[in-house]
Every structure is written in structure tokens, then in C-alpha cells.
């Protein structure tokens, strides 16, 4: 009675009816759910209510840390964005140039980076000024610097190769050659024509004998004073380095007579190894009081620094003008020298050949020969009038001949000496 009962009081949609198998759906821990109600469309897309973020603290909220987070950020994009750009320039720098075909450019001296980059650019040689300007300062070390001269530029020279070029200074070399026994005045013609050297020359010339003859190597936009400063400091330093090492037996005393005596024996023969026999000769008559009776002495006291004209012969009548420099007139050694002699001249005088030859006269091959004595000289005269008869024509017997004079012109040695 009491299981029915119990059947009986079940509440409705307990049963098995209403469970299936008389127990509790899924997910409701046994407890009654209610009746399924459907939603419309917008209620299903409709979203669920999310929980509200948690609140930032105090400390994040705090402007000083909002602003330290942005300079970050912004650090971090520069520091990007530079080293981006860094290797951006450093290809561009290291990439081949525009230029077509070899160039030639000129650093003239005083140019900074800046307007050498900008001339660069202006030229067609590299492509960004800025970008060159830039990178070289980062390689240039140690105090290097883009240096003054006329480069030549390789065809697509990347800005890199223009820089070593600048940097090693090898830049392109002229030169001016200024021969043994030229005089002052002749050598300041051949700097003044120079078409590459750039200056005025001073007014006021050195004195005669102080310029060393020699090739000078220069670049596009040196200054013809620079050459000029160059010639008298080497001069200088030879004359002194090879007066100390002279024979000191010398009959000449002071290093401004050395000089001079050298500048007669370069103007008197050109051929090295007769220098110090030429020497000689002069030095001997200088022992014995003789007069040196030197012809480029007589063209000195005549023409002084201009030089004779090539079409105009030393007459005889020249030997009687009255000059300061005429060793046929006066005796010992003229006042200046009368040419810039060369190292060969220079060291003939200060150790000359040993000989008591007191003469010497062209002999037809562009030498000379010697004599001791003036029959043995009037001989040699001789012969050398009948090798050059036709040239002696020409001048009308009047020209002087190549060396001492002989007959009644000649300087005889004292008696006793």
C-alpha cells in the first residue's frame, strides 16, 4: 500500500515519463530545470556580457612612466631607422660611380670636405654629396685628410675609391726642368711660362749662383714661390754640404768665392769628366796671379742675367770692355758668380784634378785640351783654327776662340812661378 502511495504522490514530471529513464538531466546536479524557452535571432547574435578588465594601478597610471614608455619606443625607432640609413650610405658609398670615363680633379689647398664633396657631385664623379661627406668622415683616422692636388678619377670610381685616392695624395706629378748654368733671370722666364704653375714671382730676384738646377716635380695648383723656396734651400744645403768635404789646400778661402769659381767652370764646359781638370786650370792661374781670362765672364759683364743672344758671337773686341765681371781685365774672381752651377761643377772645384795645366781650348768634339805651357796651348790653338777654318770664316776672323786665347792675348804665368 505504501509503494503505491509513494507512486501515487510523485510530483508530475518526475517519473519515467518525464526523465526517460527516471533520472535527472545531465548538468543539473539533480536539481529541476525549467522549461526551454527559444530566443529570438538578435537575442542569439546578441553578445554576452564580458567582465570588466582589471583596473590599471596607480603606478601604471603615473605620467612620468607613459612618457618614459614613448621615449623608448622612440629610441628604439631612431636607433632602427639609423642603422637603416647607416647601411644604406655604406652601400651606396661602396657602389660604383657615374663617371663615364676617366677625369681629372683638382683639391686645391684650404678645400674642406663639404666643398669637396660638393664639387664631386657638380663634376658627375659621385652621386651624393651628402652621403660622401658623411661616410668619409667616419673613415678618415689618426688626423688623416683629403689632400691638396689634381687626382685622376677612374671611370665609375665608387666614392670610396675617391676617397683612398685623396687620402694617399698621389696626385698627378708636372715637372720643370732647370738645367746646369742657367742664371737666375733665366730660370725665374722658365718658371713664369710654366702653364701649370700658378703665383706671381717676387719682384725682387735672389742672388745670382743661389738656385739648384735640377727637375722639380709639382702638382696642378702649386705656387711658383713654393718652387722658388724649394731651388734655395736646396742650393744652400748642397753648396754647404760639399764646401765641408773640400780639398784644404784650396786656394779659395771663403765658400762665396767657392761659388763663383764653380758658376765659370759650369758655364765653361759641359762635359762631366773634364770638370775637375777645367777646375784645375783656373785654380792653378789663381796660384800663380794669373788673370782666369774665362769668355762667359766677358758675356756676363755684357749681357748680365738675359744671357747673349744665340746669333751674336764674342768678337775680340769685346775682351777690352771695361765690366766688373770681364776676367780678361780684372784679376782674380768676379764679384758674383755668373750662373747657378750644379752639384758635378761644385765638387770639381772643391777637389779638383792634380795637374800644373794653366791652358785649355776647344778640340773639336766638344771637349777641350789642355797645356802647361803656352807654345804647347798656341798648338793646340792652331789645330783647332784649321778643325773649325769654316767656322772662323763665318765670323769673319773675329770671333773669340772656345778656351784661353792664345799668342800676345794669352796671360803668361809670372817669372819664377
Known amino acids: 500500500m505504501n509503494n503505491s502511495n509513494n507512486l501515487g504522490d510523485n510530483p508530475p514530471g518526475s517519473g519515467p515519463a518525464a526523465g526517460g529513464n527516471g533520472t535527472a538531466p545531465a548538468g543539473t546536479n539533480g536539481a529541476a530545470r525549467g522549461p526551454i524557452i527559444p530566443k529570438s535571432p538578435n537575442e542569439a547574435l546578441r553578445p554576452e556580457r564580458v567582465p570588466e578588465p582589471p583596473r590599471r594601478s596607480k603606478k601604471a597610471r603615473s605620467q612620468f612612466v607613459i612618457f618614459l614608455n614613448f621615449v623608448m619606443t622612440m629610441v628604439v625607432v631612431i636607433c632602427i631607422a639609423a642603422v637603416a640609413g647607416f647601411y644604406y650610405m655604406i652601400r651606396v658609398y661602396q657602389e660604383p660611380g657615374p663617371l663615364e670615363t676617366n677625369s681629372h680633379f683638382l683639391v686645391r689647398s684650404g678645400n674642406g670636405l663639404s666643398e669637396i664633396a660638393a664639387n664631386l657631385e657638380r663634376n658627375g664623379i659621385i652621386s651624393e654629396a651628402r652621403i660622401f661627406r658623411y661616410v668619409t668622415a667616419t673613415y678618415l683616422r689618426n688626423g688623416e685628410t683629403l689632400k691638396a692636388g689634381e687626382y685622376e678619377i677612374k671611370a665609375h670610381a665608387s666614392m670610396k675609391d675617391v676617397m683612398d685616392t685623396m687620402v694617399s695624395g698621389k696626385s698627378i706629378l708636372y715637372s720643370v726642368v732647370l738645367p746646369e748654368g742657367l742664371t737666375v733671370r ?33 702638382s696642378r695648383g702649386t705656387k711658383r714661390n713654393e718652387i722658388l723656396s724649394q731651388m734655395r734651400a736646396a742650393q744652400q744645403k748642397m753648396v754647404d754640404q760639399i764646401w765641408e768635404k773640400r780639398d784644404p789646400d784650396l786656394p779659395v778661402k771663403t765658400k762665396e768665392e767657392f761659388l763663383v769659381l764653380a758658376s765659370i767652370v759650369e758655364k765653361e764646359t759641359g762635359k762631366e769628366d773634364e770638370r775637375a781638370h777645367v777646375a784645375s786650370v783656373f785654380l792653378n792661374r789663381i796660384q800663380k796671379g794669373m788673370r782666369l781670362q774665362s769668355d762667359p765672364t766677358i758675356v756676363y759683364g755684357l749681357f748680365g742675367g738675359e744671357g747673349k743672344p744665340s746669333d751674336r758671337p764674342i768678337y775680340k773686341s769685346d775682351i777690352a770692355k771695361q765690366t766688373p765681371y770681364n776676367t780678361y781685365q780684372i784679376k782674380g774672381l768676379p764679384p758674383t758668380p755668373i750662373s747657378n752651377p750644379g752639384r758635378a761643377a761644385l765638387e770639381a ?17 766638344g771637349g777641350h785640351v789642355f797645356a802647361a805651357t803656352l807654345e804647347e796651348h798656341n798648338a793646340n790653338v792652331k789645330r783647332w783654327r784649321r778643325v773649325e777654318a769654316e767656322r772662323a770664316a763665318a765670323g769673319g776672323g773675329n770671333e773669340v776662340v772656345d778656351g784661353q786665347p792664345d799668342g800676345d792675348e794669352a796671360e803668361k804665368p809670372p817669372k819664377g812661378n
Not at 702653364?195 to 709639382?218: C, M, N
Not at 779638383?352 to 773639336?364: E, I, N, Q
Open 186 to 218: 733665366q730660370m725665374f722666364l722658365r718658371l713664369a711660362e710654366d702653364p701649370v704653375l700658378e703665383g706671381d714671382l717676387p719682384s725682387e730676384q735672389p742672388p745670382e749662383g743661389s738656385l739648384r738646377p735640377d727637375t722639380y716635380k709639382f
Open 349 to 365: 772645384v772643391a777637389n779638383p784634378w792634380r795637374s800644373k795645366d794653366l791652358y785649355f781650348v776647344a778640340d773639336g768634339t
